[in-house]
């Protein structure tokens, strides 16, 4: 059931959702319309709604199910980032499992929380991610956490850091431009300037840096970044 967008307008946070639970849908909605920062720009029931959502102009930010009723959240995450380049998407559900978490993350997901976040909360993390974080909840990031332990393989003695880094290639031209400013201390604003690009482009830049290195902040993303020489001299 497509909503139609407020009347406001501003800098508001523009926030679309696919919820098939009608509790979890309301509770978002009212959690959203209570917010003095955010716009309610589209609800939908079903996957094929949520697909149909993205014929509209652009949210900043869609939360997401993944147990849909016709099909899976999984292929409104792809063709969201497909259509809305910019929007972040935050998975809310109760699938916790590492198998959907992984399938989120590469997806393209920025965000995933379990369905047991306050109003509050929720819209917190609704802000950090349209500022370029990526919220997760506790459970899912030690999920991920171990996932990536397990999964890395063991340095033989004298192996420089590099070797063991992920190819420098899996980051774009554009990510690695945006990476050096971030490093050289440049804001989101700033960057958006010397790009000639929006401040919201520039925010996804940001987090798909931020998901290729694994990290959450820039201190992180500088470190990391420079450990796999991925930064010029």
Same mark, same amino acid.
């Given at each position: 059931?497509?909503?139609?967008?407020?009347?406001?307008?501003g800098t508001c946070i523009r926030v679309a959702i696919v919820e098939d639970d009608a509790h979890f849908q309301a509770s978002f909605?009212? !959690?959203?319309?209570? !917010?003095?920062?955010?716009q309610l720009v589209g609800v939908a029931d079903t996957r094929a709604e949520g697909l149909a959502l993205l014929d509209a102009s652009?949210?900043?930010?869609?939360?997401?199910?993944?147990?849909?009723?016709?099909? @899976?959240?999984?292929?409104?995450?792809?063709?969201?980032? %497909?259509?809305?380049? *910019?929007?972040?998407?935050?998975?809310?559900?109760?699938?916790?499992?590492?198998?959907?978490?992984?399938?989120?993350?590469? &997806?393209?997901? !920025?965000?995933?929380?379990?369905?047991?976040?306050?109003?509050?909360?929720?819209?917190?993390?609704?802000? @950090?991610?349209? %500022?370029?974080?990526?919220?997760?909840?506790?459970?899912? &990031?030690?999920?991920?956490?171990?996932?990536?332990?397990?999964?890395?393989?063991?340095?033989?003695?004298?192996?420089?850091?590099?070797?063991?880094? !992920?190819?420098?290639?899996? $980051?774009?031209?554009? *990510?690695?431009?945006? $990476?050096?400013?971030?490093?050289?201390?440049?804001?989101?604003?700033?960057?958006?300037?010397?790009?000639?690009?929006?401040?919201?482009?520039? $925010?996804?830049?940001?987090?798909?840096?931020?998901?290729?290195?694994?990290?959450? @902040?820039?201190?992180?993303?500088?470190?990391?970044?420079?450990?796999?020489? $991925?930064l010029a001299d």
């Amino acid at each position: 059931m497509p909503s139609s967008p407020s009347p406001d307008s501003g800098t508001c946070i523009r926030v679309a959702i696919v919820e098939d639970d009608a509790h979890f849908q309301a509770s978002f909605i009212r !959690a959203i319309k209570a !917010a003095p920062d955010m716009q309610l720009v589209g609800v939908a029931d079903t996957r094929a709604e949520g697909l149909a959502l993205l014929d509209a102009s652009p949210a900043d930010v869609l939360l997401v199910d993944l147990g849909l009723p016709d099909g @899976s959240g999984i292929d409104v995450i792809r063709a969201t980032l %497909a259509r809305w380049p *910019e929007c972040g998407v935050m998975v809310s559900t109760t699938f916790g499992d590492e198998t959907h978490v992984m399938q989120s993350i590469e &997806a393209g997901a !920025a965000g995933y929380l379990i369905k047991d976040s306050t109003p509050g909360r929720m819209t917190d993390e609704i802000r @950090s991610l349209a %500022a370029g974080g990526s919220p997760i909840s506790p459970m899912i &990031a030690r999920q991920v956490l171990q996932r990536f332990r397990h999964a890395a393989p063991a340095a033989a003695p004298g192996t420089p850091a590099t070797a063991m880094a !992920a190819n420098p290639s899996t $980051l774009s031209a554009r *990510e690695r431009e945006v $990476l050096g400013f971030i490093t050289r201390g440049f804001t989101a604003d700033e960057i958006a300037a010397l790009m000639q690009v929006s401040h919201h482009t520039v $925010l996804t830049f940001v987090r798909r840096i931020y998901s290729k290195l694994k990290v959450s @902040s820039r201190a992180e993303a500088i470190y990391e970044a420079r450990s796999r020489g $991925l930064l010029a001299d």
